[in-house]
């Protein structure tokens, strides 16, 4: 390759309607990503390389051949560990797979919470490798995917729940992202949103913090993206995404989307063609 780094690739697969999956998977990733949230777990594996996961306060090194658990709604962001890039692939998880999963380990449907980021047992990271290669295949069984999930529950989950939060807090939290998700195609500034909700500019943004994970700005921000990766999937329109989710151009958006997602739209399209409709 005459000394030249190969190109980053990011695959995106979505299993059925309804599993609740969806899998990604990262080639020569060699881009920073900003601290962001997800709404699902993220349950993946590092296939070649290092990278640093940065959550909580704490640096996670996840080498080759080990497995990361982010919860729903945890700020984190991600590094290579060199600048060769690193290989991974990601298993997107809906709540209520997690929840599901939970049964066999509480006894009763919880929302499970991993303070620990670092997977690195032999036999789960097995179990996982075989999941992903079912995902692959499209044979993927949903009881399958619960008994790997709860015996990762039953290694990693805390036993107990984070601190709790006021019910009038997650309520003005979720006010502000319904407002926030209903006016993707333009900018909501905090003042109009404090406004909205008849509170103050600061206290709205500390406690939208504390719920969400992250401020107004960076949520409403991700949440255009997320948007636009599955109009792209569905349309392959960058012109569609751009202006759908309220970015003032299209250079505009290919500079924040590939800030976000670690290549540009036009790169993003040509590796998922084959996957599109």
Known sequence: MNGEKAESTI???????????RLLDGTNVAHEFPVHIHDSYILGLVTRGERHIYAAGADY??????GFIISPGVP????????NGHDYRVISLETDLMKAASIDVFGREKVPYFSIVKLSENALINQLINMMKSVDNRTVNRDDVLSVLSLLIRRYADTEDPAAISES??????QARDYINAHLMRTISLDELA????????YLERVFREVVGVPPHVYQLQTRIKKAIDTLLKTGSIIDA???FGFSDQSHFSRIFKKNVGVSPGR????NKKRMP
């Open 169 to 174: 807090r997650i309520h003005l939290a979720g």
């Open 242 to 244: 751009s202006y759908f």
């Open 61 to 66: 090194l996840i080498r080759n051949g080990e």
């Open 76 to 83: 984190h962001s991600c590094v290579p560990a060199s600048e």
């Open 11 to 21: 695959l995106v697969e979505d299993m059925p309607v309804g599993s609740g999956i």
């Open 195 to 202: 406004a909205e909700n008849n509170v103050s500019p600061y």
């Open 268 to 271: 993003f399209i040509k590796a």
